[in-house]
């Protein structure tokens, strides 16, 4: 799978280590993000892999600053973009099978690494349910199309 990844300067870290995960695990990984520890603005990286999912330039994406929080809202600012922050694998899971998500976000400074990886490969190794859900993500798109 081709997945893209954005990061802030507070995940420069956590981000180097989740490429080297997905790679294990066979994945492509895209960097859309900064590579530096200097300060810089996280709403560019959200938009930045919200695009590149849109776009299908890469089939999901996964955020990293600080919290998770302000990445994730930025790339929810692209239409299209169904990203959530989770900080456990259980609500990652549920959210790709109810929400059919297509960015997980979370915090560096709110989960350890191997916290992360359980995360990522959750959410990574869980299907979209269809059904009464697709029903509730077209009113999403709804939502967003007004």
């Keep these: 799978m081709k997945i893209g990844i954005g990061n802030d300067h507070a995940a420069v870290e956590m ?12 994945h492509e990984v895209v960097n ?6 200097d300060s810089c603005d996280y709403p560019i990286y959200g938009e930045k892999v919200g695009r590149a999912v849109v776009n299908g330039d890469v089939e999901c994406g996964i955020l990293i600053c600080g919290t998770g929080v302000g990445i994730s809202i930025a ?9 959530v922050v989770c900080s456990e694998p259980y609500s990652a899971k549920l959210s790709k099978q109810h929400n059919n998500t297509n ?10 690494i191997e916290l992360a990886k359980m995360i990522v490969e ?6 979209f349910e269809g059904d009464r859900h697709q029903r509730r993500v077209s009113m999403i798109s709804d939502i967003e199309n007004r």
């Design 15 to 26: 981000k180097q280590q989740i490429v080297a995960f997905l790679e294990e695990l066979g």
């Design 32 to 37: 859309y993000g900064t590579d530096t520890n």
């Design 75 to 83: 790339a929810n600012k692209v239409k299209g973009v169904r990203a």
């Design 122 to 127: 959750e959410w990574l190794n869980t299907e």
């Design 103 to 112: 960015i997980l976000a979370f915090g560096a400074r709110v989960v350890g």
